[in-house]
């Protein structure tokens, strides 16, 4: 089942470089520190790697000073585990306390900073969001009126959009396993087969090829061509000439996958296999266009001018893919808005999408990793032409 | 699989229901709209249903206007499949568009609430979070001075606690899915299986029990007890002496199953059994003490003073228990600090735990409803002695 899977987890060397690479950003910024509260970002400086994250009922806070580690302040139910990590420093409240979820922690940690009018960094950009109550936030900022707030989206997104070495390795590795349950499609889409069940066998399927989890798994199914692509399943019988799309973010070690594949049920409608068609080539053209150098809207538009041979309309995804790591979708953004450059070790998804016919719409995507030389495909790619179950 | 699943997704007249009781309450506390962008609440009052959320990148609004249906303000790839819901009123913009990702929709929608000083609710409060990048939130409200934004955390939290009988109906049913799920533990948990692959297994076990998915599962293993309760399984082998714990949150129709199972390796130590003796019997006086008019810190003090028989330090998870829906935990909470009343149709889960010996810990928990005579068990009770494999 394990397909050599890498080690699991990350050496402190890896944190140390993060965290290095971060307080360099932060002194070229003016910035004494981060205040992080998402998971990505708590895990990406720390290691701390939980699924509790689903409760949201406690906030969880790091803070990245000028020099030195990673200062956790956490709730108390979580100090066993983040003392497993490379930090030393783990302050804990017993949590939840509505009237104090660790803002008292977090004032004595900044207070010296706001004696000094210095500048902190909090993510208050795209794609952020703030993990913890909004009146608590408030709260602290009124108490430290010398502290300064300034946005570290672009700083963060800087580094997290560059994977290092090990996390391109858990990254390769699930879009392995992903590949490998894909191939299992057809032993259990079959006209007949309710969507929810085909649903069900494709989670069983990921497991087997060694996911951890599916946090992500939505598609459709319908005569001619699928209408909706984010939609849980309903329990409709798979029917010949349905085209049924899956697409999947499966997880490893806490890192996602996030690619899908059409299929037709039984026999395919022309409009249907030329959509594929388009969608496939302009893939193929993201793939080569993926190269150091060029920038996230030329990448875009290498895609959309394939796109266009069949749909001008420019869809309604938004974008045409973005970055994979932690998240299922994070920075950077293939889209016209988006003049990231594109570096080596970006780990990238390429997603065409099109409308045709009445309504329907076709979603295609692949994920890869870019090297000095260009892309290389972490996915294994889509077949040419559109596969008949 | 099914074993009788309740109907999928809610009648409109639900919806009407949750609106109309927002709306009452709203204009009680003065505010002329309810402003929510949470996966929960946006479900709550429209029903539009996806694990699109697990993508950070776009923001989703619902405003709940003093009369009338909620008004959804949506990223494009939304629009179908909120159009499916009972909302008339659905504007969209093509998302991600970082320079404007909804903000002048809302500016619009709110601008003559703003020209009003009205008041409008946003949630701030214990067990929240701003699903949208504070610098935007920031920028909205500066565009609208006029506009006074109160903290709405208690109407919403008022509301959802007490579940409807559609919930509970789905919350029952996850339930009966979780307590299968269980079930099959002896059958895959044996010494020598690692613990990673007792994850998996009962990941499949539960889907097969009829889970949608397993959105969390988290446990530990370890010689005569654990000592963690939030982490990712390790590779290490079940041994003989071994504690196991599984603590699972699966999901049917959106709606989670939240609760444990604690079993012995081969052979049970003193100890824990002891401690498994006195979290039973704590849940049992937390199952009588659960009624329609007591407090939820009467709960935990019921539950507290059996713990206090073996141990008296308080503990390390803050509370002893809380709400349960759509969400893996929900207020109210089980803590000295709450003084929530409990009524009749809440989902409460009773999660007493405890530190014993050299540094173990145990965890209990079983998932209630409370009717007019008091707690009804929706998971099938524990053993009352500690379950040996």
């Not at 910035?31 to 939980?50: D, K, N």
């Not at 894909?182 to 060694?210: N, Y």
Request: proline share 6%; charged share 20%; net charge negative.
């Amino acid at each position: 089942m394990t397909h050599n899977a890498p080690p699991r987890g990350f050496p402190p060397e890896e944190f140390e470089a993060r965290t290095a690479k971060a307080q360099s950003a932060m002194a070229k910024a003016g910035l004494s520190g981060l205040l992080l509260m998402t998971e990505a970002e708590v895990r990406y400086f720390s290691g701390f790697h939980t699924l509790f994250w689903q409760s949201p009922t406690r906030p969880w806070f790091l803070f990245v000073p000028a020099q030195g580690k990673p200062i956790a302040v956490i709730p108390e139910i979580g100090a066993m585990l983040m003392r497993q990590t490379w930090l030393d420093d783990i302050r804990t409240w017993d949590a939840p306390n509505p009237g104090d979820d660790g803002i008292s922690l977090l004032t004595e940690l900044l207070s010296p900073l706001a004696n000094q009018s210095a500048s902190i960094g909090v993510l208050k950009g795209h794609e952020t969001s703030l993990r913890m109550p909004l009146g608590d936030y408030e709260r602290l900022i009124t108490t430290l009126p010398g502290l300064r707030i300034e946005d570290a989206t672009g700083l963060v997104r800087s580094l997290r959009m560059v994977k290092s070495p090990r996390e391109i390795e858990k990254l390769s590795h699930i879009c392995a396993v992903g590949s490998r349950s894909f191939e299992c499609v057809p032993d259990f889409a079959k006209a007949g087969t309710p969507l929810d069940e085909v649903f069900r066998s494709f989670r069983h399927a990921a497991l087997d090829a060694g996911a951890d989890d599916v946090p992500y798994l939505v598609g459709g199914a319908d005569h001619g061509g699928y209408r909706d692509v984010i939609s849980p399943p309903s329990a409709r019988p798979l029917q010949t000439h349905d085209i049924l799309m899956l697409d999947t973010g499966a997880t490893w070690d806490g890192y996602f996958c996030d690619f899908d594949r059409n299929f037709a049920i039984g026999q395919a409608d022309d409009l249907s296999r030329r959509a594929y068609d388009v969608l496939w080539r302009a893939t193929e053209a993201g793939i080569a266009a993926a190269r150091p150098g060029a920038t996230c809207r030329e990448l875009f538009q290498s895609m959309q001018s394939v796109i266009t041979e069949m749909d001008s309309s420019g869809g309604d995804v938004g974008r045409l893919g973005h970055g994979l790591g932690m998240q299922l979708t994070e920075w950077p953004s293939h889209a016209a808005f988006d003049d990231t450059v594109i570096q080596e070790n970006m780990v990238l998804t390429l997603e065409p999408s099109l409308s045709y016919g009445d309504g329907r719409i076709m979603v295609h995507e692949e994920d890869i990793v870019i090297r000095s030389s260009g892309a290389e495909l972490l996915t294994t790619r889509a077949d040419s032409e559109l596969p008949v179950i």
